[in-house]
């Protein structure tokens, strides 16, 4: 079982940026593709960015790419997630998760991920 808890969410203007950790309970980037998903308020639960055990390949939405970067600290047991010039769109519950079905492109489907954080809000808003 592994346990995933997200924090760094928060309020923040157009244009800012924000850091999320997600910090595992054991180490588990050698053994599992770890990702971000997001849900806004009425939408559907969609991938925001991952990272491959395999090579530490990292994905990312088009929505995302080239603002959003995702990286991992073996020794914390912990993946951020740096969110720069956000967009009032970025609205939304971010998710922390992990599975142990290797990923090979930017399509990960929530129902892929085996274990879930229970999510960190952020609202962009001016």
């Known amino acids: 079982q592994v346990q995933l808890v997200e924090s760094g969410g928060g309020m923040v203007q157009p244009g800012g940026s924000l850091k999320l950790s997600c910090v595992a309970s054991q180490h588990t980037f050698h053994t599992y593709e770890m990702g971000w998903f997001r849900q806004a308020p009425g939408k559907e639960r969609e991938f925001v960015a991952g990272?491959?055990?395999?090579?530490?390949?990292?994905y990312y939405a088009s929505s995302v790419k080239g603002r959003f970067t995702i990286s991992t600290d073996n020794a914390k047991n912990t993946v951020y997630l740096q969110m720069d010039s956000l967009k009032p769109e970025d609205t939304a519950v971010y998710y922390c998760?992990?599975?142990?079905?290797?990923?090979?492109?930017?399509?990960?489907?929530?129902?892929?991920?085996?274990?879930w954080g229970k999510g960190t809000l952020v609202t962009v808003s001016s």
């Open positions: 998760a992990a599975t142990a079905n290797l990923q090979y492109n930017d399509n990960w489907r929530p129902g892929d991920m085996h274990y």
């Open positions: 990272r491959s055990r395999i090579g530490g390949i990292k």
